[in-house]
């Protein structure tokens, strides 16, 4: 194994921590609960807001309507 010098060593390992530290900090950013709720949501919205989907949702939701109108007609 050849000589190092100590302080090519020295930035070597404060240049991998440094990294380290950044990974973690992403890391910890995108698993931050609040976070991927948010992103959940909004990814959400974003789907039901497409018109296909969006007909669809309101086709059910009529359709649920009126079974629900008929069963209590009929008691």
Do not use: C, W
Not at 4 to 29: C, F, G, Y
Not at 45 to 65: D, I, N, Q, Y
């Amino acid at each position: 194994m050849a000589d190092r010098d100590p302080d090519t060593i020295k930035r070597e390992i404060d240049q991998a921590r440094n990294q380290l530290a950044s990974t973690v900090d992403l890391l910890a950013e995108r698993a931050n609960p609040s976070r991927l709720a948010e992103d959940f949501k909004a990814g959400a919205v974003r789907f039901v807001k497409k018109p296909a989907v969006a007909m669809s949702l309101a086709g059910a939701g009529a359709l649920l309507l009126v079974l629900v109108v008929r069963r209590v007609k009929r008691g």
